[in-house]
């Protein structure tokens, strides 16, 4: 079955403690992407890779690191976490460049983190 | 830079009435846009694309690039249409980025 699988489901962390949140894709994808989903602010991209050691910055990168050694996986790292980093995060791929026949990305499940 | 508007947070409406579900955006180019659903505790889905000019499960959604609005639409609302959904702009040039709304919440009460 084609998916993007995502590890945890949910973490409870405290502040300053590295984490890491895995994301694996096996669609061969070249394009990568890390989102959180905020109440009334929805989805903010933290960082995107277009394809292997191809990363840049989303929207909101402060605080997060990526990496993309492989096509299928693209870790987001949390150096030292923070309360305000508490948010629901979603993975997502898809085809690179784009392609208007295919259809557009494929979500993770989430994963449910809580900073305290 | 790109936006994409979703004026309710909110949107509760009985089994069977019309939804309309807005969503504006704004770009100066070329714009592609999509509806993505988020049931309870899942995954986003797409729902459907402007250029696919399809209908799922009753949803139809037309881009008016007047107006710059992608409304979504549904004749008849059903109970298993309570959801979250996303309105997203696809913009050329922007690498694959996808721009979300902050999304509505629609209810279908019986």
């Known amino acids: 079955e084609a998916q993007v699988t995502q590890n945890p489901r949910y973490l409870i962390t405290v502040t300053g403690k590295k984490l890491t949140v895995t994301c694996s894709q096996n669609?061969?994808?070249?394009?990568m992407s890390w989102y959180r989903q905020d109440p009334g602010l929805g989805l903010r991209q933290i960082y995107y890779?277009?394809?292997?050691?191809?990363?840049d910055k989303g929207d909101v990168p402060e605080g997060y690191k990526v990496s993309r050694k492989e096509k299928r996986n693209f870790p987001l790292i949390l150096e030292s976490p923070s309360p305000n980093q508490t948010s629901l995060y979603f993975c997502?791929?898809?085809?690179?460049?784009?392609?208007?026949?295919?259809?557009?990305?494929?979500f993770g499940s989430g994963t449910r983190l809580t900073v305290v | 830079a790109q936006r994409v508007t979703q004026p309710e947070k909110l949107l509760s409406v009985f089994k069977g009435a019309p939804v309309e579900l807005k969503c504006n955006y704004s770009?100066?180019?070329?714009?592609?846009l999509f509806w993505y659903v988020q049931y309870s505790r899942q995954r986003l889905q797409l729902l459907l694309r402007?250029?696919s000019r399809e209908s799922i499960k009753g949803f139809t959604a037309d881009l008016n690039k007047g107006e710059t609005s992608f409304h979504l639409k549904k004749p008849f609302a059903q109970e298993e249409d309570s959801a979250m959904y996303y309105c997203?702009?696809?913009?050329?040039?922007?690498?694959?980025?996808?721009?979300f709304g902050t999304g509505t919440q629609l209810k279908v009460e019986l």
């Open positions: 997502a791929s898809s085809f690179y460049p784009y392609d208007r026949r295919n259809y557009g990305y494929t």
């Open positions: 669609m061969n994808h070249e394009y």
């Open positions: 890779s277009m394809n292997v050691e191809v990363t």
């Open positions: 770009y100066s180019g070329s714009p592609e």
């Open positions: 402007h250029i």
């Open positions: 997203a702009l696809r913009t050329t040039g922007g690498g694959n980025k996808l721009t």
